[in-house]
């Protein structure tokens, strides 16, 4: 009866074991379960910081604007050739010193020659280290002028030239340039040309507009 009694006792015991043991696991999954989402979590988070760090090393253009003075004065050479409507500078060559080193002038250009006055047009570059290529903009204060009527006379010229494009230190450039300048013209004879010295002066402020990438 007694060894009856101490099994039972000791079935008894084992079972009280177990519950304690099964509440105990209940209690830490209980306590401990909402740590596995956190975890989870966690374990994301480099994916995330890797994902901000990616986007914060995106790279970015940045534009730079820069205004610079330009100041330019040559002297050279223009072939004039003269028709019956007009007169035409087939080549103008000049050289000195301008901004940047752009100590090179080199154009053409042309207009009627029907008053004393009379507007034209024409295209050139100022050349060197650094260069600008212009467009000679018509309107009534781009002319030439002669002091008389009759050849041979001087003639002066006044106008307006837009910057077109830059090279080198004025890679990106914008902006209008004034010139003005003089020389003689021998005859006016349709068919007939001339070489001509000529002197020339140019200034205005260049805009310059540089794009770079940051990283």
């Known amino acids: 009866m007694r060894n009856l009694k101490n099994s039972l006792r000791a079935v008894t015991e084992v079972s009280a074991t177990r519950k304690v043991i099964a ?8 306590a401990f379960g909402a740590a596995i989402p956190a975890g989870a979590a966690a374990s994301n988070a480099p994916t995330q910081t890797a994902r901000v760090s990616l ?9 730079k604007i820069t205004h610079v003075a330009f ?17 035409q500078a087939t080549s103008v060559v000049g050289h000195g010193t301008g901004t940047y080193a752009a100590n090179t002038m080199s154009g053409l250009g042309g207009g009627s020659a029907a008053n004393t006055c009379d507007p034209f047009t024409g295209s050139g570059s100022l050349t060197g280290s650094s260069g600008l290529k212009l467009s000679v903009v018509s309107s009534s204060k781009t ?10 006379t001087p003639v002066t010229v006044n106008g307006v030239a837009k910057i077109v494009s830059g090279t080198g230190k004025f890679k990106g450039a914008s902006g209008t340039l ?10 006016t004879t349709a ?19 540089t794009i770079t990438t940051v990283k």
């Not at 986007?55 to 534009?63: D, I």
């Not at 004034?178 to 005859?187: E, L, N, P, T």
Request: proline share 1%; charged share 10%.
């Open 178 to 187: 004034s010139f003005k300048g003089s020389f003689s013209i021998q005859k």
């Open 71 to 87: 100041k330019g004065s040559y002297t050279g050479t223009m072939a004039l050739l003269w028709s019956s409507t007009g007169v």
């Open 23 to 30: 509440v105990g696991a209940l209690s830490l999954v209980t």
């Open 143 to 152: 002319q030439a002028c002669a002091v008389n009527s009759a050849a041979p």
């Open 191 to 209: 068919g007939s040309s001339e070489n001509d010295s000529f002197t020339a002066t140019l200034s205005g402020v260049v805009t310059i507009k």
């Open 55 to 63: 986007a914060s090393h995106v790279a970015k253009k940045v534009t």
